[in-house]
């Protein structure tokens, strides 16, 4: 099994400013993911973190806007940058063991409100 | 039309009661997945599902892969059931994305 703790578990932003959500898994894991949740809405995939590479992007999301680091098999980071009010959101990082078809696990999500 | 559809989108029932969750596909897939998710946000997996019926305590799930349908029941539903459950797909065609219903907000009432 895997155990991810994600923080911050919510925040209240400025318009414009930019926010860093970090997840921390308590094994190492080859892929992670990071899916954005908006409001009444079901999880959209942001973009698969890997280690040691460019994260990959699904169509829709940027990396100017979401940039992520994954400096380790442990650990990730996604930053929204810029952000707006259309970008209040539960943000979500994953993980699957093994393939993508394995158990997932999830962190307990960064509910962010944009002002 | 979705690739995954959830029914129903809300469900009220009382403590005790019987309660079944529908998914239904539109792809071939290589594995199902149930998902629990909370008040706060955070979501628990219950089942992965390719082929069959699991069972874990209260909750039972079955797939039919030929009709491409799978519910999720909970035996003598309580209060802290209460969540919204989601039903997520695995195709089995291309790069294995996941593909999440919109999920099924349950309140069970005591």
Same mark, same amino acid.
């Given at each position: 099994?895997a ?7 919510r ?41 040691g ?8 999301f ?25 970008d ?28 | ?10 469900l ?17 897939? %290589?594995? /199902? !997945?149930?998902?629990?998710? @909370?008040?706060?946000?955070?979501? $628990? ?5 390719s =082929? ?16 491409k349908? %799978?519910? /999720? !029941?909970?035996?003598?539903? @309580?209060p802290?059931?209460?969540? $919204? ?5 695995? =195709? ?19």
């Amino acid at each position: 099994s895997a155990v991810i703790s994600q923080k911050p578990s919510r925040d209240i932003c400025q318009r414009g400013t930019s926010l860093t959500i970090q997840c921390q898994v308590d094994s190492q894991v080859t892929m992670m993911f990071w899916y954005r949740q908006q409001p009444g809405q079901s999880l959209t995939l942001i973009a698969t973190a890997n280690q040691g590479s460019e994260a990959t992007y699904e169509s829709g999301f940027v990396i100017d806007k979401f940039p992520i680091s994954r400096p380790n098999l442990t650990f990730s980071t996604l930053t929204v940058s810029n952000m707006s009010p259309e970008d209040s959101s539960i943000y979500l990082c994953s993980v699957a063991l093994g393939t993508r078809s394995g158990e997932l696990f999830f962190g307990e999500g960064s509910r962010l409100t944009v002002l | 039309k979705n690739e995954v559809e959830q029914s129903p989108q809300n469900l009220t029932a009382q403590e005790g009661e019987f309660i079944t969750i529908n998914c239904s596909y539109s792809v071939g897939i %290589s594995a /199902l !997945h149930w998902l629990q998710q @909370h008040p706060g946000g955070g979501i $628990v997996s219950l089942f992965m599902l390719s =082929s069959g019926k699991k069972k874990h305590g209260r909750l039972i799930a079955t797939i039919n892969i030929q009709e491409k349908h %799978s519910s /999720l !029941h909970i035996t003598a539903s @309580h209060p802290r059931d209460s969540a $919204v459950y989601i039903c997520a797909i695995i =195709s089995n065609f291309g790069n294995e994305k996941l593909t999440f219903g919109t999920g099924t907000r349950l309140t069970i009432i005591p």
